[in-house]
């Protein structure tokens, strides 16, 4: 666990996302707020459909609130403008799909050092910088694959991957996940169920 001292990385208030659907508003979620202190390894869990996808897709300025404010690394989310999103993204966050969204023309090493081309680093330095965090992940023998060879890991796998990155670089970790005996293994969790957003002790889950 983390000292209660530790500063608020990501700070979420009133939180509303709301779908047209036919004549009527569907309302996803409403009223979410919480907090996220730097270093905290944070599940959040919750049935399908629940707005688990929407919320992370927020907090990641690729979509927008239909009210409420997203602070994070001391920038509020709402007021950056598409670019400055896009830059948010490439620089502050990381995000691990489901699904893998390689783009599969390129290999492993190119798929890595993309963020790094977008930023203005010269081609040499990314692919080196890349290869390095292939290396990392234990995936250095298929720097030079094309995607669809990397899809082989288990959930086990990739689940220990992420919280050994998340303890080794001290990093802030949000997942969303189905899977209760990996939230178990969290920080805290927080469930997203009806709406409404309620904190679950994390050893009150199976294992």
Known sequence: MHPIEEPDLLRVEGLKKVFRSGPADLVLFENLSFRVR???????????????STLLHILGALDRPSDGNVYCAKLRLQSLTDEQAAEFRNSKIGFVWQAHYLLPEFTAVENVAMPLLVRGIKRAQAETESAKWLREVGLAERAHHRSGDLDNRTAESVFELITRLHT????????VTHNLAFARRCH?????????MEELAPESLPA
């Open 38 to 52: 730097k270093g905290e390894l944070l599940a959040v869990v919750g049935e399908s459909g629940a707005g688990k």
């Open 168 to 175: 080794d670089y001290r990093l802030t970790s949000l997942i």
């Open 188 to 196: 805290r969790v927080l469930r997203l169920e009806r709406g409404r």
